[in-house]
């Protein structure tokens, strides 16, 4: 059996004050006394909340700031250079930086260890965005740990998560006696009382104004009654609103004339001295305002100490306090929690029933076993990725914002293939045969019908997949390991040996067929042709060669990760492509030649997914500078995309001002970036990307410099470009399979099912 030895568990950290420090210490805790030499073995990675972090103990060996995206990255370094062996994270929304936390995607993808994350909240009504991280948080773990039942139905039916994936813990609670601390409430002066207790951080949403309005309703009955308000207000209310919250209560404390039966303790506790408190209150009581709340860990203190507790009912009292553990009141019902607050305080019999059951049923609950479970399925997680790569499973992940696309149609592209391959150019929307078929567009032309099998799973296209396979086949040479380019109509070579560039689209494109092929006969066909030509590119001095052969074999690693060949020459094409990078003098130039050409985006492309799964951090970072650069380089002052043109290209001389609207702007230009960005997308998860991408596609679609639409929605066809004169009619293959790649690619990354129209 494959035992945990070591573990890092990642979330907010005490002495940070907020619920889930607390829970993250006291896991750590429980889990030191099942790890062999825990000084070593088991570490803390801190959130931090505030610039200058917080005095922490020695179990916490790094600190991320939330809002700075490289922390998450060199983070993960960390970890994977202290070869942990599974890490544990925290997610709420609210303790990561970015849009919905989104920067705990920088973490989570760059980790090379299984992971466990532990949801402390999971919404019924997420928004768009909530929803996508919950759902790549559940690609990139092994489990996701919900601390309610209810919560494990939400996550299958409004997040669409594998019930395998999900597993019930319990929120941990300390093991202590079923007594009351009599000797506690002599020293706060409160043995003749009748207590009743609140405790945690104050925010708006924990209902204290209704428990506040029932107090009149409770004196009447039982006037020594004193109810204490045991917390600080919430750091970030704080820093939002200064401590007007609080101050709020105040004064409805004044209005109501209750002053002498409120006692707000405005500080925050330790653990003996909370379970102090809990122990010494008559009814104990949460009166949160919504019911969209999965878990609270005052409330399961409460219980499994043995408190009488009375609460609203949202999904975690409902579900804990079931059987008779507590009792539950309407939200936003002051005269029925005073009602069952009173019944409670005039009946002791039934009070100490309900204290049994709750602390009955707390032992459950107490850490050390919470820590077992873990320790548990940490070693199931372990096991479950003994014979596969950690990112393998999360390679497409599932995206789903509402953003509406075009319907995918291939109709165009049908008419420019026969039985040989797809011809290079068109007059018009006519396939003109004069200049006959190349390597080049076969290879595009292969990625459109692959990744259209694969997202659709539509077995009409196979033949067109056999079709532009079968091209790649008869144009590789075997004797000198290339493949050829040109044929003329008449299917004669017109070459013995292609460009660099067409051998590296070729694999490029063999790379995508072996990904999503349909059956093993074509994958196997597609690995023979992609091994045969994979040894002549350690030979090649083009860049893009390098970035597209580069990027066919991240494709044909998604399915033979184990090939050492293919990562040594992946390794190899990848750090002659960053050296160039690295090379360059330090200025605001930040490319790795003096001219901008074309297919720019695939060399950062290339970059980023090297970068992730060699890995190589500085690999990675130096894509995603380059392609911001890029990106920057062919924004217009109104913000559409200005694609480098091929008339005269982009000099490192020519002053930014000189582009503007520099033709002939190619569809490849826009497709290359287009896949930069949904992969910069994928590493990142940082919406801007998506954005990004969207900007791209646009311009296929009017918005670039001369407001002229360029793809045609009715046949899948694409014009030639912009020039300065106009929009280039002809509709050749280059054009249109990068407009139909684009499009498949966006559909992809928001996850939408791709619409065809036939």
């Known amino acids: 059996m494959h035992k945990t030895k070591k573990i890092a568990v990642i979330g907010n950290y005490a002495p940070r004050q907020c619920g889930i420090a607390t829970f993250t210490t006291d896991l750590c805790d429980a889990l030191s006394r099942h790890i062999h030499n825990a000084d070593e073995n088991l570490i803390a990675i801190a959130m931090d909340d505030i610039a200058e972090g917080y005095d922490y103990p020695e179990r916490v060996k790094f600190q991320i700031r939330a809002h700075l995206q490289p922390d998450y990255v060199r983070a993960a370094e960390f970890v994977n250079f202290h070869k942990f062996d599974v890490a544990i994270l925290q997610h709420e929304f609210g303790i990561y930086g970015g849009k919905n936390g989104a920067h705990v995607m920088h973490l989570m993808q760059n980790l090379r260890m299984p992971i466990i994350t532990v949801l402390h909240t999971v919404l019924s009504e997420p928004s768009d965005g909530q929803r996508i991280i919950i759902q790549e948080l559940a690609k990139y773990s092994e489990f996701l740990v919900v601390m309610a039942h209810h919560a494990k139905t939400l996550l299958q039916e409004g997040y669409g998560i594998d019930e395998r994936k999900i597993i019930f813990i319990p929120h941990g609670i300390p093991d202590v006696p079923f007594k009351r601390a009599d000797s506690f409430r002599q020293k706060l002066g ?4 009748k207590v009743l207790l609140t405790f945690g951080l104050l925010s708006p949403g924990k209902g204290l104004e209704t428990m506040l309005n029932a107090m009149p309703g409770i004196i009447a009955e039982h006037p020594e009654v004193l109810y204490i308000v045991l917390g600080k207000t919430h750091p970030h209310v704080i820093g939002e609103s200064g401590d007007s919250y609080r101050q709020a209560l105040y004064q409805q404390v004044r209005q109501l004339k209750i002053n002498k039966h409120v006692l707000f303790e405005n500080r925050f506790v330790d653990l003996d001295t909370l379970t102090q408190y809990i122990r010494s209150a008559d009814v104990y009581v949460t009166p949160y305002v919504s019911e969209d709340q999965i878990v609270s860990g005052t409330l399961a203190y409460a219980v499994g100490i043995g408190a009488v507790t009375v609460s609203t009912p949202y999904w975690y009292a409902k579900e804990l306090l079931a059987e008779g553990r507590g009792r539950l009141v309407p939200f936003a019902d002051s005269k029925a929690m005073a009602q069952e607050i009173n019944n409670l305080l005039g009946r002791a019999d039934v009070a100490l029933i309900m204290r049994k059951k709750g602390y009955q049923h707390g032992r459950s609950m107490i850490w050390s076993k919470v820590a077992e479970d873990y320790i548990e399925h940490a070693a199931k997680a372990m096991r479950r990725t003994l014979d596969r790569p950690i990112p393998q ?3 497409r992940p599932d995206i789903r914002i509402i953003k509406e696309l075009p319907d995918f149609n291939l109709q165009h592209m049908q008419v420019m293939t026969d039985d040989t391959g797809i011809l290079q150019h068109a007059k018009y929307s006519i396939p003109d045969r004069t200049h006959g078929y190349c390597v080049d567009d076969n290879a595009r032309a292969l990625i459109v019908v692959s990744k259209y099998y694969w997202l659709r799973k539509d077995k009409s296209i196979i033949p067109l997949i056999q079709t532009y396979l079968s091209f790649l086949h008869y144009s590789f040479n075997p004797e000198n390991g290339r493949f050829r380019n040109f044929m003329s109509y008449d299917r004669r070579w017109l070459e013995e040996l292609g460009s660099e560039d067409s051998h590296g689209r070729s694999l490029w494109g063999l790379g995508i067929a072996i990904q999503c092929a349909p059956n093993d006969a074509i994958r196997d066909m597609a690995v023979g042709l992609f091994l045969g030509g994979l040894k002549a590119v350690e030979t090649f001095t083009s860049p893009r060669a390098w970035a597209f052969a580069s990027v066919g074999l991240h494709a044909y690693m998604s399915r033979f990760g184990g090939d050492v060949n293919a990562r040594r020459v992946r390794t190899q094409l990848s750090e002659k492509l960053v050296s160039l990078f690295k090379n360059r003098p330090l200025d605001d130039w930040q490319w790795c030649e003096d001219t901008v050409t074309y297919a720019n985006a695939k060399l950062p492309h290339a970059l980023i997914l090297a970068g992730q799964w060699i890995p190589d ?32 290209w982009c000099k490192k001389e020519d002053k930014k001002e000189d582009k503007t609207a520099t033709f002939d702007q190619q569809p490849l230009e826009a497709m290359s970036l287009i896949d930069a960005c949904a992969e910069a997308f994928r590493a990142t998860g940082d919406m801007k990307w998506l954005e990004e991408g969207h900007r791209c596609l646009g311009w296929f679609m009017g918005h670039n ?16 470009g912009l020039e300065a004169t106009g929009v280039n009619a002809n509709q050749g293959a280059e054009s249109t399979l990068s407009w139909l790649i684009s499009l498949l690619t966006m559909y992809e990354i928001l996850g939408q099912k791709v619409l065809v129209n036939k």
């Open 190 to 193: 409160i043995e003749d009382k």
């Open 705 to 720: 410099d001369l407001n002229k639409q360029i793809c045609v929605f009715n046949t899948g066809g694409c014009c030639d």
């Open 393 to 395: 499973y999360v390679e």
């Open 617 to 648: 951090v500085q690999m990675y970072e130096k894509g995603i500078d380059a392609l911001r650069w890029l990106l920057d380089k062919q924004t217009a002052g109104d913000g559409h995309l200005s694609i480098i043109g091929n008339a005269n």
